[in-house]
Each structure stands twice: as C-alpha cells, then as structure tokens.
C-alpha cells in the first residue's frame, strides 16, 4: 500500500535527529496562508481609500483660516465647521481623527503663517502641536454624530477643545478659536453674555446644523421622497441656525460712559520689521520721545487738545531706565514736556530674581517720576523664555536668541493713569480670558493693550491681535485703546467698533476720547462657568456615545449566541 499523508509525515518524523524540531503535520492539500500586506501597502491603500476625504479636510482647515483676519471672511468660520461635522459623521474615531488633524494642520499652518519671520520649522511645529487637540476633537464629533442631536454636542466639544488647547501646555495659545474670527459679526454681541466661549459655541452650533441640514437633503435625494414632511428636519435646522445667527442683534451690548477720557496713543514707529527690529540702542525710546515731543509742541501751538494722559506701546523703552541713566533721562524729558502721565513700555531686570527681566507697563508722572507698575502675567514660551532651556538651547540654537528669561508677573494691570484706572495688558495677554476678566474685575474702567508688533509686522499677526481686543472691547462693555511700537495702534469703542486707527510702520500719534466705565457685563459676572459647563457637556456626550455603542455590541453578540 503507497505511503498516505500520515505515514509519510510519520516517517519525516521518525527520521529527524532527535533534539530537533519537527515540521508541523499539516496535510499536503492545505492551502497555503495568506501574509498580512506589510505596514507601507496598508497606509497606502488607507492613503488611496481616503483621499477624497482628506482633500475635503484640507480645503474646509484653509477656508476656516480665512475667516479670520487679514481675510476676515467670517461666514465662512460656519462652513468649515459644516464641512466637518459632515466629514467625520459616522466614521470610526480613528478615521474621524485623521479627518480632524488634515483639517487642522493647513488650518493652523495658514493662520499663523506670520511666525515665518522666525522660520517655516517654526509654523510647522506649532501648527502641528496645535492639529493634535483638533484630531481628538475630530474622534469625538465622530462619536456624538450617533446620537440625537449631534450638532449640539459637537458644539459642546468645540468649547472643550478650545478650553484645553487655550490653557496647554506651557499656559496654552488660543490662537485660533472660532471667537476670534467673528469679532465684527452677528454673532459677535453673544460675548456680552457668555464671552468668547459663548461665540465659539453659538458658531459650531450654526455650523452643526447646517450639517444638519445638509444631511436631510442628501437622504432625501438618495431616498427619492420630496414630500414636506420629509424635508421638515431639514428646513428646522436650517431655522434655527438663521436664529441663532440673528439672536445676537437681540443682545444688549452696554456702552454708555460714567466718565471720559482724553488719551493720546503715540506710536514711534522702528527702522525695520523682522527679529532685529531694535536697531542701535536708544533708537526706539529715541523715536517714541521725539513723537511725543512733537506731540506737547502741538498741543502748545493749539492744534490738538491737550489729553489727559499719553500712552507709550510694549518696549518703547529698549534700555532699562533704572540702569541706563540716558534712558531715564530721555523718558523724563518727554514725560515733563507733556505734563501728564505717561505709560511707559520697558524692560526691566527682576528686582529679586537675578538674571530675570520684567516686561513692565509703568506709570511715569511729570513731578514724581516713574511710580506704579505692571509686570506682564503670561510670558510668551520660547519668544520670552524657554522651558528646559539648558537642554533645548543646545538642541534648537535658535533659542540662543533669547538671551534672559521673563519673568511673570503676579497682580493685575490695574493702575491709575492721570484721572483714569486704567488695566493694562501686555501684547498677547489680550488673547487670554482670564488675564483680561480679572483686571476688568478689580476695577479697570478702560483697557490698555500695550504691544510690540514689529518682529510680525505686515504678515497679518497685528491685524488677528486687533480683532481680539474687539472681542474684549463687546465681552466686558469698555473702550480698548492698543498702542504699538510700529503699529497697529488703534481705538475700539465698548461697542466693538475701530473708530481710529494708525498703519503699520509709520509714525503717529492718535488723540481721541474714550468712555470710562463702571457697570459689568454678564460675561464678567459668570466668569468662566460657561466654558466649563458647555465643556462637561461635550465630555459626557462622549461618554454616553461610548457606552451606548457596547451596550448596542453587546446586544448584537447575545443575538448571535442565541441563534
């Protein structure tokens, strides 16, 4: 009898030397296993399989970032949150992160495409950090898209996303929320009463339900009824939207004054825009005390009102003048040939901390000289100091640069300016809510926004830093003044509006009267309830997404064990 399979494979068996492994016994008709492509064919065969989407993604991040200025299309804020909330609608979260992050990253990468002047590696690595939290919203909203009323939850975690990308790390950068580009829109008067998380909510909320709508349309087209009972979800949502769109013209936005101010904003103007625009020291204290010289020669002449007091931007002052006699003296010359107080922009080396420097806005009076102070809170990372610096400076020589570390400062800017209290913030601190609400709460009847503008000058970063003390300008009912060394200084009424405001790199002095104010908004009243609420939300709409999906696989398995 001819050997069969199992004494063939017996006798291999047999015949291997002992102390060695014998081949497994499978039978000569098996068929053979399939190899798992390898990790390239897959993600390109992902790549193929998504590409279509992950266009949409890119073109709906690029469109986002022009609603915001120098663009300032704001409608279409409300379209990329649309796109997607539709792109990420159904998908696994992994899928939908993927969505999210090439949404995110073109998104950053253009609007803040002004940090170029330090390198393109720069813009990149923020923008890259930045689409991480819009990856995880991505897996989110895909999670929420099951469960009814998804537009409002993918909202929800709008505002959850924001919070956290506003506070980490290293203090976080809210550039970038959907607030900011919507500061001269309708739905802009919402900060009034909830703040900037209030007009990001109000913004994805529209944007969820249009999605929404488009939805409606697209089963119903797929479905082939066209009776009106069928298309009335759709036609609510796009209801509500056009509501929510039009509820802040119903918003009062308080902006009658208890008092008046005359201020003179004096913008000194540098040499030239890009990371050495301090030129020779003295140049720019040069520049903003010949400007304000000039300014008390007209005010003698009578050809503009004398004002109550001057205002000097973010670094007017390029030496300190506690330790540079010429500084002081230069300073004190203009400041006396004005008569009035004069806030003044300096650095200043740490009192108690060697090695450290201040960003300080101080008060300069005409008789007694240099008196209150306000360090700047929030230092900018790795533009005013570098965190595990001795290990990145060696990695990153660019750093290098930054030669002293800032130190934080630890009160509010509120301070009295001539017949004003004033609060004073310091460039990017106009961005964070926080910063601002409080100094409106410990008595501040108008806002200073002292900046340095000229590392970004013309690349669109001043004209976003203005759109933000718009905002501030609606959500806390006080006027805003902005002073800035090569500009843009400018003017915003409690009511949101630029009434004046200079061009970028030239010099001028603005004289204007702005209102002073006593009563607070509800946005100041509910402080920071709001965000976290809405936040909650969205978190716990994660939650139940989750737990209802393996209750539901659970379901389907018990079906099949009983079948």
């Known amino acids: 009898m001819p050997p069969g399979p199992e004494t063939t494979a017996g006798a291999a068996a047999a015949s291997a030397p002992a102390g060695e492994e014998r081949p497994p016994e499978t039978p000569e008709d098996a068929p053979a296993p399939q190899e798992r492509p390898g990790r390239a064919v897959r993600l390109a065969r992902l790549a193929r399989r998504e590409a279509r989407r992950t266009g949409a993604a890119v073109l709906a991040g690029v469109a986002l970032a022009l609603s915001f200025p120098p663009y300032d299309v704001w409608p279409l804020s409300v379209v990329a949150v649309a796109a997607l909330a539709l792109l990420t609608r159904g998908r696994t979260a992994r899928q939908a992160a993927w969505t999210g992050f090439a949404f995110a990253l073109p998104f950053f990468f253009v609007l803040l495409r002004w940090l170029h002047v330090v390198g393109y590696d720069a813009v990149f690595g923020l923008s890259l950090v930045e689409a991480l939290f819009v990856a995880v919203l991505g897996a989110a909203l895909a999670l929420v898209s099951r469960l009814p009323a998804w537009p409002l939850w993918g909202a929800c975690l709008w505002v959850a996303q924001e919070l956290a990308r506003d506070r980490l790390p290293f203090g976080g950068f809210p550039w970038g929320r959907l607030a900011f580009a919507n500061t001269g829109s309708p739905f802009t008067p919402l900060a009034a009463l909830g703040g900037a998380p209030l007009v990001t909510f109000a ?8 999605a929404y709508a488009a939805a409606a349309l697209w089963r119903l087209r797929r479905a082939g009824t066209r009776t009106v009972r069928a298309a009335l979800p759709g036609v609510e949502a796009l209801a509500l939207a056009a509501a ?4 802040g013209y119903a918003v009062p936005v308080p902006t009658k004054a208890d008092d008046e101010v005359k201020v003179a904003l004096v913008q000194g103007n540098v040499q030239h825009a890009g990371m050495d625009f301090l030129g020779r020291p003295m140049m720019i204290l040069d520049n903003h005390a010949e400007a304000t010289l000039q300014l008390a020669r007209d005010v003698k002449a009578g050809k503009v009102p004398r004002p109550d007091l001057v205002i000097w931007p973010e670094n007017s002052s390029d030496l300190d003048p506690f330790q540079y006699p010429q500084a002081y003296d230069r300073i004190d010359q203009a400041v006396k040939a004005m008569g009035v107080p004069v806030l003044v922009g300096a650095l200043v080396d740490h ?9 300080k806005g101080i008060v300069w009076d005409p008789k007694t000289g240099p008196g209150a102070s306000y360090a700047k809170q929030h230092p900018v990372p790795f533009g005013e100091y570098v965190p595990f610096r001795s290990a990145l400076s060696k990695v990153i020589t660019r750093l290098q640069r930054v030669q002293r570390d800032f130190y934080p400062g630890d009160h509010t800017g509120v301070m009295q300016v001539g017949p004003a209290r004033l609060g004073d913030v310091i460039c990017f601190e106009v961005a964070y809510d926080e910063i601002v609400r409080d100094t409106v709460k410990d008595g501040a009847r108008a806002l200073v926004v002292q900046t340095n503008n000229a590392t970004y000058g013309r690349t669109g970063q001043p004209d976003q830093q203005l759109a933000m003390s718009r905002l501030r300008a609606v959500e806390h009912g006080r006027a805003v003044v902005t002073a800035a060394t090569s500009g843009i200084s400018a003017v915003v009424a409690p009511d949101g509006t630029v009434q004046q405001r200079s061009e970028e790199f030239t010099r001028d002095v603005i004289s204007a009267t702005i209102p002073l104010r006593d009563g607070t908004t509800v946005a100041d009243r ?22 209802i999906g393996r209750r539901v696989r659970m379901d389907e398995r018990n079906k099949r064990g009983q079948q």
Not at 203 to 210: C, D, K, Q, T, Y
């Open 244 to 247: 929510l769109l039009l509820a």
């Open 203 to 210: 913004v994805a909320l529209s944007g969820g339900l249009l």
């Open 526 to 547: 509910v402080g920071a309830g709001p965000e976290w609420a809405l936040a909650m939300v969205g978190l716990l709409s994660c939650a139940a997404a989750l737990l």
């Open 351 to 359: 009192p108690g901390r060697s090695g450290y420097i201040d960003n």
